[in-house]
């Protein structure tokens, strides 16, 4: 797939990941056994580089108001910690599960928090200014609008146009036939942590394949065997719209606003 330059070292990285065993993780259930493998991290760290706190099971622990900055978190897992007003600002923070956290206020500024879990999670005054959540799961998390962002943060804000404005979108078919659409002023829209959103009315402009050197009339759903799309035609989605942004997976006519994009994405 192709995707903005700050998000491929990501998805390479996500794609080569070989799943640390179980048995392999580190498990600090007491916050003497978390400062002590903190001291040892902080040592061991080489001039300049961050403290290897990966693949951590962090549980139960009372870690409120505590200074986390500058530390490699990636691919850990808070359960039952208290995070309120924890500051992780400046941390390498991808792949973060959090489970059953309280992280009101917590501090996430300038933090790579890509590919987070923040389901069921209260959101409430999470700092994300100058964040980059791409690909975090916001879905059935509370208060997902209470968050604190900037022009910084990347991938809360939709990166299509919110309302009242008409855009062209892509999406692949079955045979990798590619779809042109036109979304108009009045369709409902939404975009969740990725590349992809959803719309709820569309109309077809062009089909052709992905070298642009066939034309076609009408295409297939990969999804929906019953459903089509046809050149000229107004289509909304046979099952309805999810108002929800966050629920990414969800009804409604789902799009790129890159044809390369999309195109990647099927064929890969």
């Known amino acids: 797939m192709n995707f903005t330059s700050s998000e491929t070292d990501f998805v390479l990285e996500n794609e080569a990941y070989v799943p640390v065993p179980e048995s392999e993780k580190r498990r600090l259930e007491t916050v003497e056994d978390f400062d002590a493998e903190l001291g040892r991290m902080r ?149 969740a942590t990725m590349e992809t959103g959803r719309v709820s009315k569309v109309k077809v402009l062009k089909i052709t394949s992905i070298d642009e050197t066939e034309n076609y009339t009408w295409a297939q759903s990969t999804v929906d065997p019953d459903f089509y799309y046809e050149v000229g035609k107004w289509l909304e989605p046979a099952n309805g719209f999810q108002e929800d942004r966050w629920k990414d997976s969800s009804p409604g006519i789902h799009f790129f606003l890159d044809r390369q994009q999309c195109v990647d994405y099927q064929s890969k």
């Open 43 to 191: 040592d061991a760290a080489a001039a300049g580089a961050m403290p290897d706190m990966r693949h951590c099971v962090i549980k139960g622990l009372d870690l409120a108001g505590r200074d986390l900055t500058g530390i490699d978190f990636r691919r850990s897992t808070f359960e039952g910690c208290d995070l309120h007003g924890t500051d992780f600002s400046g941390s390498q923070m991808d792949n973060i599960a959090f489970y059953d956290d309280d992280l009101v206020g917590m501090k996430l500024c300038g933090c790579k928090a890509r590919g987070c879990s923040f389901r069921f999670q209260d959101m409430t005054d999470i700092d994300l200014s100058g964040a980059n959540i791409y690909s975090s799961v916001l879905e059935d998390a509370l208060n997902q609008d209470k968050v604190i962002t900037d022009d910084e943060t990347k991938w809360y804000k939709m990166r299509c146009p919110e309302e009242g404005e008409a855009f062209i979108a892509w999406k692949c078919c079955t045979d990798l036939r590619v779809v042109m659409m036109l979304v108009p002023r009045d369709a409902k829209r939404c975009m």
